[in-house]
């Protein structure tokens, strides 16, 4: 056990820490305001004079910043700069797309895609000589280019310019196994200014008036939540985390156990204390090995520093949270799913009423939340609910973290305000669609969300506007589609998904949604046929107003909001039999131009079915006869358009 | 303890204690049959039926859990397990073709383990790296920005 006291002398020896990152920590640490050499001197740090944070989270630990870290180590001890320059593992920056990712302090540089052979010009030219390697910086080459740069545009990154970190705040910030960096920038401030100067009302309170919706994706008010379970009488409460995060395609949740675990665990702990509950338990999923190592060392660390356990900050209140591995099921975000599946069960959901906040894990008082939700509770207790509700709009407070994926240039995690457009998001922020294509549609919600096409991009998001669009915020998946992605097809890949995670509990779920698979199948194998689309309709209404859990009841989504906005799109599957966007095979033709065709053979040699022979034809100005497809024979394998130098065959 | 058709090996003494430390903790099964698997590389009936016995869960429900979620398996992985990214991310960006050419290379279906016990390929949902999409992983080695192309010669590395 310690005191607050004994908490604030900790921050204070370990301020020299992180004092070399100043720029970014400057506003919340009072101390590294104005002049920091005297900071410096202090502690075990004393020697330091740059610090190189590297990526660990997982994005860009693929992309092979292990090694890249061990390089650096070598490199800086070849140059004897050991003891100068500190190397930092930290969490995600959220620009995955461009990793490994490298940022030095005291500047605040940002170098990406860095390879094994940069580490030598970044020791030797930055940390060395004090010049920024801008080839390194991120799409310097571009901005360059458009005369885009500026001085001040050679530290920080373009990327996050537009952007408002709050859960994220943290993240590719500190080092995430070290609990000394988490208290050094205010830690367990939170808690602690809760427990001596709050009561169980006060901080529900605080929570009603942040407005703060719950962000794993139906948007419930968090006070409300809390308020309830506190309602609820029982000598036995838990406080749960919900980080089974299966939507796939977000990482959100991931990136935030992987670079800032310890603001979880303050924040369950808060939780703890306003609905009377003293044991936590953190449901992850077992595929996020980097998030269960991290969370694990948190834990561990807070309770060697005695902040989680008895008597904390020596009040009568007591916490500690225990780690649940999921083992790869999507039904197990559901609320009910994942109690039960801490159990030790099938993860099944159950019918509500009784709700979690009255009878939830082991038949006690409990609430979940989600990890988002969670990482924004220290601060707005810290800053209060009037701060955090100025930010987004009136309904949907803060901000929310996507998970920009698919047909985007910058590939990644970005944090922005509610309200903000999708228009922002996909092109200032994510860039923009690369090889020149054509936007057509932004998936959000994941499995239980919908498609937002073009015509939409300027809809704010927040949880209304979407729910109104036929889409939901969902966890903050975030999928950008191009004129190559046939909605069909897409429909038809998150009803496989459904099918198969899919628990078996509730026939209309189980037996609806393989129903609605089949028909979509059929349409996508071209044997389609007009009252298929009525049946859809029809289906995923029934689905909707009868299954168990979410997870049915929002499985038609993704089909009703293409057919809503993409309904060409399915009549031209059942009605002329063509795939617009060239992805269903079935319904693909690979054609040769007559007039363009030189009739050199090559495709014919090329085609593994026989199916290409030469015709009659001898196009102007061509000496020999051009070739043509036998559509019965033809696989659709396309080795004919990849082998063809004249752009003589396309395929439709 | 019956220990059914299971050798008294190595791996069934640290199946024993895995049991025993769990034993009194409310909840553990899933725990349990992680660590039984990180063990055995697999389930099969005979772990299942120590597993129930040691936690004196009833084997129904034991094989009901497992056969219940993704992760647990009833049937041995190759030595080389290929993981295939069909998360939305890695599909929009063409992971059904990277699935097509390593079930084609390897002459097996998702599911299956080569004849030699050498490779065999799962399916899985989003491992969170879609920013690499499409993405597929080697046991703990993971492959981003990968076309179907690439494959042959990824998986020469594994074979020699």
Known sequence: ?652 | MDNGCLKNDEKYQKLLEIIEVNKNVRGSLIRVLHDAQEVYGYLPIEVQKVVAEGLGIPLAEVYGVVTFYAQFTTKPKGEYRISVCLGTACYVKGSDKLLDRIQEELGIEVGDCTEDGRFSIEACRCIGACGLAPVFTVNKDVYGKKVPDDIPAIIAKYRE
């Open chain 1, 1 to 652: 056990m310690i005191t607050v006291e004994q908490l604030n002398e900790i921050r204070k020896n370990s301020i020299p820490k992180v004092a070399l990152r100043k720029k970014v920590f400057e506003t919340r640490v009072p101390e590294l305001q104005g002049d920091i050499s005297g900071l410096l001197k202090e502690g075990n740090e004393k020697t330091y004079r740059a610090h190189i944070l590297c990526c660990a989270g997982t994005g860009c630990k693929s992309s092979g910043s292990d090694k890249l870290r061990e390089e650096f180590e070598r490199v800086l001890e070849k140059y004897g700069l050991s003891d100068e320059v500190k190397i930092v593992k930290t969490g995600c920056f959220g620009l995955c797309a461009e990793g490994p990712i490298v940022v030095v302090y005291p500047e605040d540089a940002m170098y990406c895609k860095v390879g094994i052979e940069d580490v030598e010009d970044i020791v030797t030219e930055h940390i060395m000589n004090g010049r920024i390697v801008k080839r390194l910086l991120e799409n310097y080459a571009a901005r360059e280019k458009e005369g885009e740069i500026t001085e001040e545009d050679l530290e920080g990154s373009t990327f996050f310019k537009k952007q408002m970190r709050i859960a994220l705040h943290n993240c590719g910030r500190i080092n995430p196994e070290d609990i000394e960096e988490y208290i050094a920038i205010d830690g367990y401030q939170a808690l602690a200014k809760v427990l001596t100067q709050m009561t169980p009302d006060d901080v529900i309170k605080v929570m009603l008036d942040s407005g703060l919706r719950g962000r794993g994706g139906a948007g419930f008010p968090t006070g409300r939540k809390w308020m309830f379970a506190k309602a609820s009488v029982s000598d036995q409460k838990y406080v749960c985390c919900n980080a089974d995060e299966g939507d796939p395609g977000a990482f959100m949740d991931r990136s935030v156990l992987e670079g800032d675990p310890h603001e979880v665990l303050e924040a369950m702990a808060i939780a703890g204390y306003a609905i009377g509950a003293n044991h936590g338990f953190i449901y992850v999923r077992a595929e996020y090995p980097t998030a269960v190592e991290r969370l694990t060392i948190a834990i561990k660390q807070a309770e060697e520093y005695g902040i989680l356990g008895d008597n904390i900050f020596g009040t009568d209140f007591s916490f500690r949270v225990e780690l649940r591995l999921g083992a790869g099921a999507f039904v197990c975000g559901e609320e009910t799913a994942l109690m039960t599946s801490v159990e030790g069960h099938r993860g099944e959901p159950r019918p509500r009423p009784p709700f979690p906040a009255v009878k939830g894990l082991f038949a006690e008082p409990t609430i979940l939340n989600n990890v988002e939700t969670y990482a924004n509770v220290p601060q707005i207790i810290l800053k209060g609910a009037d701060w955090f509700k100025a930010i987004g709009t009136e309904k949907s407070t803060g901000a929310k973290v996507f998970a920009l994926g698919g047909k985007i240039k910058n590939t990644g995690l970005v944090e922005v305000p509610m309200g903000t457009t999708l228009r922002e998001v996909v092109y200032d922020i994510g860039g923009g669609i690369p090889n020149g294509k054509k936007f057509k549609a932004a998936q959000t919600g994941g499995p239980s969300g919908g498609c937002i096409p073009a015509s939409l991009i300027d809809t704010p998001i927040d949880y209304d506007s979407l729910i109104q669009i036929g889409s939901m915020m969902g966890s903050g998946g975030l999928i950008v589609m191009d004129e190559d992605t046939c909605m069909v097809d897409i429909a038809k890949f998150f009803l496989a998904f459904t099918v198969e995670e899919s628990c078996g509990k509730c026939p209309p779920c189980r037996i609806g949604t393989k129903r609605m698979y089949d028909i979509l199948d059929k349409i996508t194998r071209g044997e389609g046929e007009l009252k298929d689309i009525d049946d859809l309709y029809e289906l995923a209404d029934a689905i909707k107003s009868s299954a168990l859990c979410g997870l049915g009841q929002t499985a038609p989504n993704p089909v009703l909001s293409t057919l809503r906005y993409f309904k060409d799109e399915y009549i031209a599957h059942v009605v002329d039999k063509k795939c617009p966007a060239g992805v269903c095979k079935a319904l693909m033709q690979y054609t040769i131009d007559r007039e363009k065709c030189i009739g050199c053979g090559k495709c014919a040699r090329n085609c593994p079915a026989d199916a290409i022979s030469k015709t009659d034809y001898v196009a102007p100005g061509h000496k020999l006869p051009s070739m043509a497809i036998d559509q019965s024979k033809c696989l659709k394998c396309g080795a004919c358009m990849e082998g063809c130098k004249f752009g003589a065959i396309s395929k439709k």
